[in-house]
């Protein structure tokens, strides 16, 4: 497991005030995205849509939700992608946690693999729901990716 500066995570939760799942994240995989290596501390965006991702899925391992380990650090392309998806097979899950101790990196990588292949499938479904809201002049359904469009042409009168 990788290690962490658990004097730096004491540090960002006192002086800026981010909770230590958050903090923790943050230090573990220095600001990027575990599965797709983004800086999310790059631009404003990046950072705003990240997320402590749980490597081991909430809905089918209710009991690690607050594993410590089971927090990874995500932009929002790879956790909308990722979804509930299991990095673990069926024959693995009864040691779970041990799995997820030892085996860290390689489910991370796992997951990577499945987001990368599947990515594409993601923007796709995303820009087609933005653009038949844009299209239809409908207003946008709860959870649709917003799209703001700035222009510095001034709008045409007709």
């Not at 990588?109 to 002049?137: H, K, M």
């Amino acid at each position: 497991m990788e290690p962490v500066d658990r004097n730096l995570v004491r540090r960002l939760c006192r002086e800026a005030g981010i909770p230590e799942e958050w903090a923790t994240a943050l230090v573990r995989h220095r600001g990027t995205c575990a599965y797709c290596g983004r800086n999310l501390l790059a631009d404003p965006l990046g950072y705003v849509t990240a997320h402590v991702d749980r490597l081991l899925p909430p809905l089918r391992y209710p009991d690690y939700v607050d594993v410590r380990e089971n927090g990874v650090l995500s932009c929002g392309l790879c956790i909308r992608t990722r979804r509930d998806w299991d990095p673990l097979d069926p024959a693995e899950k009864p040691q779970a946690l041990l799995a997820l101790r030892d085996r860290r990196l390689e489910l991370i990588r796992r997951v990577a693999r499945y987001i990368e292949l599947r990515r594409g499938e993601t923007v796709d479904a995303e820009l087609r729901a933005v653009s038949n809201v844009l299209l239809s002049g409908r207003r946008a359904p709860a959870g649709t990716p917003r799209l703001r469009v700035v222009s510095g042409e001034p709008a045409d009168p007709d």
